[in-house]
């Protein structure tokens, strides 16, 4: 029996993480990294923590030069996650803290500071005001994961009451395709051209090989919804302000 060494990557990690709650996995992480815009030096706002799939993915994308905050309301989730980042070599990325975000916050030594913000609450609306304070003057991505569509639709609300735009809601499932040759006949028609005979010689049946993309038998189940919204910058949303203002004077 042979020893095998996997190389140290989010992959692997998500795989084989011990699960302290529902994880997110690698379709959903890739669409959630590339929506957000990360790149190295991205400044990232996570909440929850939970088993902390994504999160090594969020620090393998914004680092050396970025960082990403990630909270947690379950004291014991936050202080193991805390304790895997350090173990993995990865603890000055990130900073981890115990805080009901949807009551208090994010802090106020992150306001204006982030780039983007994800959220994989109960009722990720309750955090979206304060998302608002954290993202840049500039800007940002947001991003709210839940399984039902009914939280979908109270989220997208309380985005656009705040003036979120580009608000976008999407699911992803991975779907596995089996390349194959197959043979099909091809319809001879020249008998219609000749008397019909019995003593007609029998041809026999061309056929055309072509390559095929056969999909699974079952697909798969459903994981969770994946909602999108741009802020703008702070003075495009004030020119916004001010458009609204001016229609309703007209109305």
């Given at each position: 029996?042979?020893?095998?060494?996997?190389t140290?990557?989010?992959?692997?990690?998500?795989i084989?993480?011990?699960?302290?709650?529902?994880?997110?996995?690698?379709?959903?992480?890739?669409?959630?990294?590339?929506q957000?815009?990360?790149?190295?030096?991205?400044?990232?706002?996570?909440?929850?923590?939970?088993?902390?799939?994504?999160?090594?993915?969020?620090?393998?994308?914004?680092?050396?030069?970025?960082?990403?905050?990630?909270?947690?309301?379950?004291?014991?989730?936050?202080?193991?996650?805390?304790?895997?980042?350090?173990?993995?070599?990865?603890?000055?990325?990130?900073?981890?803290?115990?805080?009901?975000?949807?009551?208090?916050?994010?802090?106020?030594n992150?306001?204006?500071?982030?780039?983007?913000?994800?959220?994989?609450?109960?009722?990720?609306?309750?955090?979206?005001?304060?998302?608002?304070?954290?993202?840049?003057?500039?800007?940002?991505?947001?991003?709210?994961?839940?399984?039902?569509?009914?939280?979908?639709?109270?989220?997208?609300?309380?985005?656009?009451?705040?003036?979120?735009?580009?608000?976008?809601?999407?699911?992803?499932?991975?779907?596995?395709?089996?390349?194959?040759?197959?043979?099909?006949?091809?319809?001879?028609?020249?008998?219609?051209?000749?008397?019909k005979?019995?003593?007609?010689?029998?041809k026999?049946?061309?056929?055309?090989?072509?390559l095929?993309?056969?999909?699974?038998?079952?697909?798969?189940?459903?994981?969770?919804?994946?909602?999108?919204?741009?802020?703008?910058?702070?003075?495009?949303?004030?020119?916004?302000?001010?458009?609204?203002?001016?229609?309703?004077?007209?109305e």
């Amino acid at each position: 029996m042979g020893i095998y060494f996997a190389t140290d990557s989010r992959v692997v990690w998500t795989i084989t993480l011990p699960h302290r709650t529902q994880i997110i996995y690698t379709p959903d992480i890739s669409i959630i990294i590339m929506q957000l815009e990360l790149r190295p030096g991205s400044v990232l706002i996570e909440s929850g923590t939970g088993s902390g799939s994504l999160s090594h993915a969020f620090i393998r994308a914004v680092k050396p030069h970025g960082h990403l905050y990630t909270f947690d309301f379950h004291e014991v989730r936050s202080k193991t996650a805390r304790e895997e980042f350090d173990d993995h070599g990865l603890g000055q990325y990130v900073t981890v803290d115990h805080r009901d975000v949807c009551a208090t916050g994010f802090g106020g030594n992150l306001i204006g500071k982030a780039d983007a913000v994800f959220l994989d609450l109960p009722h990720p609306w309750l955090a979206v005001p304060h998302a608002i304070y954290s993202l840049k003057q500039t800007g940002g991505r947001i991003c709210s994961f839940s399984p039902c569509i009914e939280q979908v639709q109270k989220t997208c609300s309380g985005l656009s009451k705040l003036d979120f735009q580009e608000i976008e809601t999407m699911e992803v499932l991975q779907t596995q395709y089996n390349v194959q040759t197959r043979q099909i006949p091809v319809l001879d028609l020249d008998f219609l051209k000749t008397a019909k005979s019995d003593a007609t010689e029998k041809k026999e049946k061309e056929v055309h090989k072509t390559l095929t993309a056969i999909p699974p038998a079952q697909q798969p189940g459903h994981t969770g919804y994946l909602t999108f919204a741009t802020l703008y910058p702070s003075w495009t949303r004030k020119c916004l302000d001010n458009q609204h203002i001016y229609e309703n004077t007209l109305e």
